[in-house]
């Protein structure tokens, strides 16, 4: 296989203890936190081969004080609020996939739950535990081609059927020689995965490691991608997939977004420009940062999150100075829109937009707290609730399963 030489950042993990009872403002604050907390070393300069190759570059308006209204950018938007049973409450969500009509959710006590498009709980896949079949830490899962669940957890990957049934148990170990201890999975095209080892669990960061290995079928190492320059950690999820693509959740300190293709070749697919706000220095937090470094990093967009693809536009997330933004390229204006969720707030006519973390078709599709939920009914204006058709939606309770929140573009 072709190594591709790509731009290497190292991504941190921030684990952001949020209480679900907390108010949407305090929540809001700790996401926006989270972005100018996920800081590490290295160097944020391109290589000469992913530079030269021809990539789409999106351009951030230097205004980000321009907030687009809900309505221009969708058609539809719809809730869909997950069975509460008892037992099976659900505090967050880390990762959930829409597969035909079966919502698939990895929850916050690492439990696959299946809903139907109704909502409704249909079963549980696997268990917890330390027998056969069972599970450790559900880490990351997604329906292969095949149509079964595959698993990720600690040191092995469980395959189950739609309904299920555990199928087999396939055991790997790449902490010894590569320190990989990999937090997110997904089919290779070309055979086997690709493992995200991020650097969860590991000791002393080397260019001979990898964030992202190609692995055959047996788990055995094919190729690493993204050098590991300093310790640091992973995302809650790692791929998305768009037509014959899988796409890499943006890496950080890294403006670029990285695709699979079809053949297993990693490249550059878009790059996102935030013009001054950018930044080009060597962030090194082992010493003490000078007040012009210090300034410097905070004068600039860090870290970018929730990237999704459909067909006429491209999502992503991005925090500035504290406050989170969601911006959305049009691809056949070539054209950015940008929303921020403290500027919706005060707008008792605007429907809040709660980042997007899946894309469906046209449809982006964030879960939100019941408790959001809530307030946003209590804030918006009669005729804004008409609207958008959320009348029905005023039997919800604070303390209820999260809520699926689907905006369909136009």
């Given at each position: 296989m072709e190594k591709v030489a790509v731009t290497i950042q190292p991504a941190l993990m921030v684990i952001v203890l949020i209480n679900p009872t907390n108010s949407m403002k305090t929540k809001v604050l700790l996401y926006s936190l989270l972005f100018f907390l996920l800081l590490s070393c290295n160097d944020s300069?391109?290589?000469?081969?992913?530079?030269?190759?021809?990539?789409?570059?999106?351009?951030?308006?230097?205004?980000?004080?321009?907030?687009?209204?809900?309505?221009?950018?969708?058609?539809?938007?719809?809730?869909?609020?997950?069975?509460?049973?008892?037992?099976?409450?659900?505090?967050?969500?880390?990762?959930?996939?829409?597969?035909?009509?079966?919502?698939?959710?990895?929850?916050?006590?690492?439990?696959?739950?299946?809903?139907?498009?109704?909502?409704?709980?249909?079963?549980?896949?696997?268990?917890?535990?330390?027998?056969?079949?069972?599970?450790?830490?559900?880490?990351?899962?997604?329906?292969?081609?095949?149509?079964?669940?595959?698993?990720?957890?600690?040191?092995?990957?469980?395959?189950?059927?739609?309904?299920?049934?555990?199928?087999?148990?396939?055991?790997?170990?790449?902490?010894?020689?590569?320190?990989?201890?990999?937090?997110?999975?997904?089919?290779?095209?070309?055979?086997?995965?690709?493992?995200?080892?991020?650097?969860?669990?590991?000791?002393?960061?080397?260019?001979?490691?990898?964030?992202?290995?190609?692995?055959?079928?047996?788990?055995?190492?094919?190729?690493?991608?993204?050098?590991?320059?300093?310790?640091?950690?992973?995302?809650?999820?790692?791929?998305?997939?768009?037509?014959?693509?899988i796409l890499i959740e943006p890496i950080f300190g890294d403006y670029y977004i990285y695709q699979i293709d079809s053949l297993g070749k990693v490249s550059p697919r878009y790059q996102y420009d935030f013009g001054k706000r950018s930044y080009h220095g060597k962030l090194d937090f082992r010493k003490n940062m000078s007040p012009d470094e210090i300034n410097q990093i905070n004068e600039s967009v860090i870290q970018m999150i929730n990237f999704q693809e459909t067909d006429q536009w491209l999502h992503v997330d991005f925090g500035f100075k504290g406050k989170v933004y969601s911006s959305f390229y049009c691809k056949e204006k070539a054209k950015i829109y940008l929303t921020n969720v403290n500027a919706i707030k005060k707008n008792p006519e605007e429907f809040c937009f709660w980042w997007a973390r899946q894309a469906y078709k046209n449809t982006l599709i964030n879960p939100v707290e019941a408790s959001w939920i809530c307030e946003e009914l209590n804030r918006l204006s009669p005729q804004t609730i008409e609207k958008w058709k959320l009348e029905a939606y005023r039997d919800i309770k604070e303390d209820d399963n999260p809520v699926l929140v689907f905006y369909k573009f136009k």
């Open positions: 300069r391109k290589s000469k081969e992913s530079s030269s190759l021809q990539i789409t570059s999106i351009s951030i308006p230097e205004n980000l004080s321009i907030n687009t209204p809900i309505d221009s950018l969708f058609s539809e938007i719809k809730l869909l609020p997950l069975e509460t049973k008892q037992g099976y409450e659900i505090a967050d969500i880390f990762h959930f996939i829409v597969y035909d009509s079966l919502i698939m959710i990895n929850d916050d006590r690492k439990r696959l739950l299946i809903f139907n498009n109704n909502g409704k709980l249909v079963r549980q896949i696997g268990r917890r535990g330390e027998g056969p079949g069972e599970y450790l830490s559900l880490r990351d899962f997604y329906v292969n081609a095949q149509k079964e669940i595959e698993i990720l957890d600690f040191k092995k990957i469980e395959r189950y059927t739609l309904d299920g049934q555990h199928i087999s148990t396939s055991r790997f170990d790449l902490l010894d020689k590569y320190e990989c201890n990999p937090s997110n999975f997904c089919a290779a095209p070309s055979g086997g995965y690709f493992l995200w080892g991020g650097t969860l669990g590991i000791k002393d960061a080397s260019p001979r490691r990898s964030m992202l290995y190609h692995v055959n079928n047996s788990i055995q190492i094919i190729e690493g991608y993204f050098p590991i320059t300093h310790p640091a950690g992973g995302a809650l999820y790692r791929f998305s997939t768009y037509k014959n693509l």
